[in-house]
């Protein structure tokens, strides 16, 4: 199966069916780039919606993957004309020493080793377009956060992949991170008001950001910053500054 396009430049990003990764592919697909929507079957119809949607504005501009990256072997199509790799799916979830290794292997595939097989099934023609990969990290990659042991360390894990990976692949592929602060609450784990009061205390700009904020600063690493590799871009209000 191939989902590139022999004439149009095509940026995927993973877990785009909905929220920040669906901000992000509308973003990149308003620069004019044809976008792959990456999903697991979880969200494969709002996945399909979206795809619809970006497809009504510029005919064949969007094409859907399913596939879920905690499987030990993905499924990997052919990507003609790939110039862009954005690594935005991740599982929020809680996670401490009590819970079973599974849990931890699954969010290290989610995070990192699918996003490796990806990025190293895409080598080459990301090499020969001269591409760009963007990996949504967070600022608990540096500081962590409590009870979400494997998250902290396999969202860590991708930091340091892409630290490592912009030395790699240079000069030909640019790898550089964003990681965002507190953005729209999250719906399956409701913030109490308290908790939400604490947070917004902690941010110099006095709020949480919008999908669309990330997704501008994920655009502008993929594409207009064209001198900068192995950075981390931060999209918290000021936060990680201000953290203990
Ligand atoms: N929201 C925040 O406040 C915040 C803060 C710091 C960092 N971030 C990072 O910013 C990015 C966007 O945030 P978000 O809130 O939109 O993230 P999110 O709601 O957790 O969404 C991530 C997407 O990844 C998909 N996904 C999870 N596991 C997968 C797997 N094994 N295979 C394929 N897809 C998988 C999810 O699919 P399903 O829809 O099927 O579950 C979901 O659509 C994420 O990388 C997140 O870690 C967000």
């Keep these: 199966m191939n989902l ?8 995927l990003i993973t877990g785009s069916a909905k929220r920040g990764g669906a901000a992000i592919a509308r973003v990149v697909h308003d620069r004019g780039y044809r976008v792959i929507v990456h999903s697991r079957k979880s969200s494969e119809q709002e996945a ?3 795809m619809a949607e970006l497809n009504v504005k510029r005919a064949d501009s969007a094409c859907l993957w399913i ?5 030990q072997m993905l499924t990997l199509p052919d990507f003609t004309n790939l110039v862009g790799v954005v690594a935005n799916a991740s599982e929020y979830r809680n996670s401490d020493l009590s819970s079973p290794s599974a849990l931890l292997m699954e969010d290290l595939r989610t995070h990192l080793l699918g996003h490796l097989e990806i990025i190293k099934h895409c080598k080459d023609v990301l090499i020969k377009r001269q591409g760009a990969i963007v990996a949504i990290c967070d600022i608990h990659t540096e500081r962590p956060n409590k009870n979400y042991l494997s998250y902290n360390i396999s969202k860590g894990a991708l930091h340091m992949a892409v ?4 030395a790699e692949l240079a000069p030909d592929v640019r790898v550089n991170a964003v990681s965002p602060g507190a953005l729209e609450w999250p719906i399956a784990h409701s913030i109490d008001t308290a908790r939400q009061q604490e947070i917004l205390a902690s941010i110099p700009l006095q709020r949480v950001g919008t999908f669309e904020e990330l ?6 690493l993929l594409f207009d910053a064209t001198y900068t590799t192995g950075a981390t871009l931060m ?3 000021g936060r990680s500054s201000f953290l203990a």
């Design 4 to 11: 590139g396009h022999a004439m149009l430049d095509t940026v």
């Design 48 to 50: 399909r919606l979206l």
């Design 67 to 71: 596939e879920d990256l905690s499987e």
């Design 163 to 166: 630290k490592a990976l912009a």
């Design 215 to 220: 997704a501008k600063a994920v655009c502008f």
């Design 235 to 237: 999209v918290d209000g």
